[in-house]
């Protein structure tokens, strides 16, 4: 599709500024235009007379190019001194350009703001690499990019698709780029520019729907980390079958939670502690450093869960890891990012 007819499909976060500062951008603009005209008008000022029949001075350029520039012409008055004509390039123009600005500036943006955004979308997929794409933004969709927000992800490198209009206007006042429409479509998934993404969240309210999703988005994407959530234990295989990396299944970690709580209610505010990136503790994964290679995990400095070699992850007393090899990568916990950044 071209980037025109994709307006209202594909929505990229606006920069927010005050009106003085749009306005001063707008008049910046219209004097590097002014000075561009006099510039020319400069250079082949042999060119041009004025009604005295004298040679182009500056100022004549100046004023030529004023008046020309501002749509004014020429009437039945014409200053023809030095000082009236100063007088009509700092005060008569500037006050025809805050007419034109307070009487069609709201005109003029309306209809230019399709082609902007075009443009906006144009330089967007053009640019847009590693992001993370996030299909589905309810509960569970809401949850994931807070999470990766508090990790440390920038808005700008997070694209929602989802197909209810009034979620994705929430997703956008966050400065997420949205994508409305069904992630099931292969087009729709491009869009979001899913075959360059470097992960891929899907939270999706059906696990059939998950299942088409997942199929889709590896189809396009083979390289990226594709996580995905099921209801149902039983649809696990078929999640990993269609090429998810990870699957949580909400309805058991639900469930597992809830039994924990009549028992030991303090495990699981630990455990809600360590899934919350912004407060607390947190569960992070980190490269091994050089002299940690050869040590024991249960030794270092960091509290370590467990180590992933080679595409698998084992706990932290399993003897395969008793001691950590180059290219391991170990998950620990670690303080979060606002406790830290008080320390």
């Not at 980037?3 to 219209?30: C, F, Q």
């Not at 023809?80 to 069609?104: K, M, Y």
């Not at 700008?156 to 429409?181: F, H, K, P, Q």
């Not at 495990?267 to 407060?279: R, S």
Request: glycine share 6%; proline share 3%; net charge negative.
């Amino acid at each position: 599709m071209p980037d025109h007819a994709l307006v209202g499909v594909v929505r990229i976060p606006e920069t927010e500024s005050s009106p003085v500062t749009a306005i001063s951008r707008r008049v910046l603009y219209a004097l590097i235009a002014l000075f561009a005209g006099v510039l020319v008008v400069y250079v082949d000022r042999d060119g041009y007379r004025d009604a005295q029949g004298s040679s182009m001075s500056f100022l004549d350029c100046l004023y030529y190019a004023t008046v020309s520039l501002s749509t004014t012409g020429y009437g039945d008055i014409t200053p023809i001194s030095p000082g009236a004509r100063l007088v009509n390039v700092l005060v008569i123009t500037p006050l025809r350009v805050l007419f034109l600005i307070l009487l069609v500036g709201t005109t003029l943006a309306v209809l230019t703001e399709r082609s902007r955004q075009a443009f906006k979308i144009q330089r967007w997929r053009s640019n847009v690499r590693n992001h993370t794409v996030v299909v589905g933004f309810g509960t569970k969709g809401k949850t994931a990019v807070s999470a990766l927000m508090a990790d440390g992800v920038k808005p700008a490198e997070i694209v929602v698709v989802d197909s209810n209009a009034s979620v994705l206007e929430s997703a956008a006042a966050r400065g997420l780029v949205t994508v409305r429409g069904d992630a099931t479509r292969s087009d729709v998934l491009r869009l979001a520019g899913t075959q360059h993404a470097s992960a891929i969240v899907i939270a999706a309210n059906r696990d059939d729907t998950a299942v088409l999703v997942t199929l889709t988005a590896r189809e396009l994407n083979s390289k990226a980390k594709i996580v995905t959530s099921v209801r149902e234990a039983e649809n696990t295989h078929l999640m990993r079958q269609s090429g998810a990396d990870s699957v949580v299944v909400s309805s058991e970690t639900a469930g597992r939670l809830l039994g924990l709580a009549t028992i030991t209610p303090t495990v699981v505010e630990m455990i809600e502690d360590l899934l919350t990136p912004d407060a607390g503790l947190a569960i992070a994964e980190r490269e091994v450093d050089r002299d940690e290679q050869g040590a024991s995990p249960q030794h270092l400095r960091d509290m370590v869960l467990g180590v992933l070699r080679d595409d698998h992850l084992y706990r932290v007393d399993e003897p395969e890891v008793d001691a950590i090899e180059e290219g391991d990568r170990l998950l620990y916990v670690r303080r979060s990012n606002s406790e830290s950044a008080r320390d």
